[in-house]
Nanobody, 115 residues
Framework: QVPLVESGGGLVQPGGSLRLSCTTS????????MAWYRQAPGKQRALVAS???????NYAESVKGRFTISRDNAKNTVYLQMNDLKPEDTAVYYC?????????WGQGTQVTVSS
């Protein structure tokens, strides 16, 4: 198992910003592809953004230009900077670590965008 601990979620007004963090330990973090997914009520879990060990990033169309994924391999941490948040960004956000065909999930952190 790969322990993944997310933090940084909360309640924010539309147009606001949040930064999510996902920290792990006990693994060679730099070789894992890290990703953020989200799941809104009544919807399937969907990819938000991913970053390879080499730093290549990929984003869902709905968050391009607003969200930025990054990683600090020295701190075993991946981040998701979320700007210009919209009500439709409301969801539980999950961190995922992938190596070869093995994926490991965190417990999730709630993000609520509401006025």
């Amino acid at each position: 198992q790969v322990p993944l601990v997310e933090s940084g979620g909360g309640l924010v007004q539309p147009g606001g910003s949040l930064r999510l963090s996902c920290t792990t330990s006990g693994i060679t973090f730099g070789i894992f592809t890290m990703a953020w997914y989200r799941q809104a009520p009544g919807k399937q879990r969907a990819l938000v953004a991913s970053i390879t060990g080499g730093g290549r990033t990929n984003y869902a169309e709905s968050v391009k230009g607003r969200f930025t994924i990054s990683r600090d391999n020295a701190k075993n941490t991946v981040y998701l900077q979320m700007n210009d948040l919209k009500p439709e960004d409301t969801a539980v956000y999950y961190c995922k670590a992938t190596i070869l065909s093995n994926g490991y999930w965190g417990q999730g952190t709630q993000v609520t965008v509401s006025s």
